[in-house]
Nanobody, 116 residues
Framework: QIQLVESGGGLVQSGDSLRLSCAAS????????MAWFRQAPGRERDLVAS????????TYADSVKGRFTISRDNAENRVYLQMNSLKLEDTAVYYC?????????WGQGTQVTVSS
């Protein structure tokens, strides 16, 4: 079973950039569709971005289109989320997730806090 560990979160100011990283182990990384979700206090966990197994197809939530970029390195078993022009409303715990069929596997999350 794949294990996921996120890193790169922190406290930044509005307009800043941040790059999240997710390291995968315990499975064949390239067979998983990968995604980033986020959950703000009192809100549901929402999909931010996803990337296909080979990395050729990506999807984004409307709220982050043009600001965030998801990418993956199958040789390094990593998936990234580059976040630019951060806004206050991007504050949340960000989760890395791996999908295979109907199964989802989750990391522990990393906090991103955007201040004014």
């Amino acid at each position: 079973q794949i294990q996921l560990v996120e890193s790169g979160g922190g406290l930044v100011q509005s307009g800043d950039s941040l790059r999240l990283s997710c390291a995968a182990s315990g499975g064949t990384f390239s067979i998983y569709t990968m995604a980033w979700f986020r959950q703000a206090p009192g809100r549901e966990r929402d999909l931010v971005a996803s990337i296909s197994r080979g990395g050729s197809r990506t999807t984004y939530a409307d709220s982050v289109k043009g600001r965030f970029t998801i990418s993956r390195d199958n040789a390094e078993n990593r998936v990234y989320l580059q976040m630019n022009s951060l806004k206050l409303e991007d504050t949340a715990v960000y989760y890395c997730a791996a999908s295979l069929g109907s199964s989802w596997y989750w990391g522990q999350g990393t906090q991103v806090t955007v201040s004014s």
